[in-house]
């Protein structure tokens, strides 16, 4: 018997751990910006696509899905470590499950 979680218990969960990737990435990115002045252009726009993923596959998006798996792919690639690359392969695998991309209408 396979276990599946509801496609909205999923959702919710992957925005949640979105979030938090979104808040570990981007604190020490905002405070090396405010001790050194320089702009961090990748992983400030990294942390918005987070955001943006999160909050877009709340609403049920379909682009917001697309672009979850792209972020938590750059996060698992940029940022890497063992909690992180397991995070981020909960959230592949709660993304990949058959009910919740057929609720954003991916194949």
């Known amino acids: 018997m396979a276990y599946d979680i ?24 905002l405070q090396a910006i405010v001790a050194s002045g320089a702009l961090a252009l990748v992983p400030l726009a990294l942390v918005a696509g987070l955001i ?11 682009w917001a899905w ?12 940029l940022y890497f470590t063992l909690i992180g690359l397991l995070i981020d392969a909960l959230v592949i695998f709660l993304l ?3 009910a919740t991309r057929a609720r954003f209408g991916v194949r």
């Open 6 to 29: 509801e496609p909205e218990q999923s959702v919710s969960i992957v925005a949640i751990f979105l979030f938090l990737d979104a808040a570990f990435i981007g604190f020490p990115v």
């Open 52 to 62: 943006a993923a999160g909050v877009g596959l709340l609403r049920g998006r379909q």
């Open 66 to 77: 697309w672009l979850a798996m792209v972020v938590i792919i750059l996060s698992a690639l």
């Open 96 to 98: 990949t499950r058959p």
